[in-house]
């Protein structure tokens, strides 16, 4: 599998099969993930690697507190600005709304998308979550090196013919996970990874995921001229990416 190929056949991947994953190959994964960029090679990332009984502990710690709703929230950091609009906020609801219909759970059925939502803390199925945290000093740079680290874990994970979901989600029970797992005090809890083989039957793992086009992220200044990009390669790259 080249680059190309595992970035365009990640994505988050929210149903797995119960195989499970060796730590070798984690391993293998997490050695060459060392070697992601960080401002003055700080390398701020930590990851706590959980499967088994510990996994569950948490998954059976958590599910007390689910039915308290947003009463048992307790993050350490605001997930989405409150001053997220435009086209940012237009794109957090499609995904939503692209899942939702991939599920046929309409609007209006709560209680299903409460269900759903609920799933996250269950890691999905996977068999393995790692719960990412770094010192709470670091600043909006390092949380952007742990960003990289993290998408240069879920493309080798590709290569492993491992699927992975990162997951803010678990950021809103931070107290009750560090009653099951340690987390140093002095360390923020940023997020949760699944990680394990995909279920390819199951529809949340199929529906589109749109982008952007690229003229709304990219700029150009001194190349003169149009796009050279050119259909051909935008053709065989949205073939690629439509799974
Ligand atoms: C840091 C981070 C946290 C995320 N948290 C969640 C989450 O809690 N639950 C979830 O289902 N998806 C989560 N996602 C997945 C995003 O919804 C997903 O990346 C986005 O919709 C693009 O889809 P794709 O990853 O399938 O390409 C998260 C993604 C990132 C990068």
């Known amino acids: 599998m080249n680059v190309s190929e595992a970035v365009a056949t990640r994505r988050s991947v929210r149903a797995f099969t119960d195989q499970p994953v ?35 502990r948490l998954i059976a710690r958590i599910a007390l507190d689910l039915p308290r709703g947003r009463e048992a929230f307790a ?12 086209a940012y906020e237009e794109r957090r609801r499609g995904i939503g709304e692209e899942m939702y ?29 790692m719960l990412v945290h770094t010192p709470r000093y670091m600043g909006p740079p390092q949380w952007s090196d742990i960003g990289g680290w993290l998408q240069t874990i879920m493309l080798l994970l590709r290569e492993e013919g491992l699927d992975s979901c990162p997951q803010e989600a678990w950021a809103v029970y931070a107290p009750q996970i ?38 709304e992220s990219i700029r150009w200044r001194g190349f003169g001229g149009k796009s050279c990009a050119g259909r051909n ?3 065989r790259w949205r073939l690629l990416t439509r799974h």
Do not use: M
């Not at 993930?33 to 996994?55: C, D, F, I, K, M």
């Open 101 to 129: 219909g991939a599920l046929r759970i309409p609007r209006e059925d709560k209680p299903a998308r409460l269900a759903w939502f609920a799933r996250n803390f269950q890691a999905f199925g996977a068999p393995v979550l």
């Open 233 to 235: 390669f935008l053709a």
């Open 178 to 215: 560090r009653e099951v797992v340690a987390i140093p005090e002095d360390h923020i809890f940023f997020c949760g990874l699944s990680i394990g083989y995909r279920d390819p039957r199951a529809p949340v793992n199929a529906f589109p995921v749109p982008r952007a086009p690229l003229g």
């Open 22 to 56: 060796d730590r070798a190959v984690l391993e293998r994964v997490f050695e060459k993930a060392q070697r992601a960029p960080s401002g003055g090679n700080t390398q701020p990332w930590h990851g706590l690697v959980l499967t088994g009984e510990p996994l569950q």
């Open 75 to 86: 993050p350490e950091y605001r997930v989405y600005p409150p001053e997220l609009d435009g």
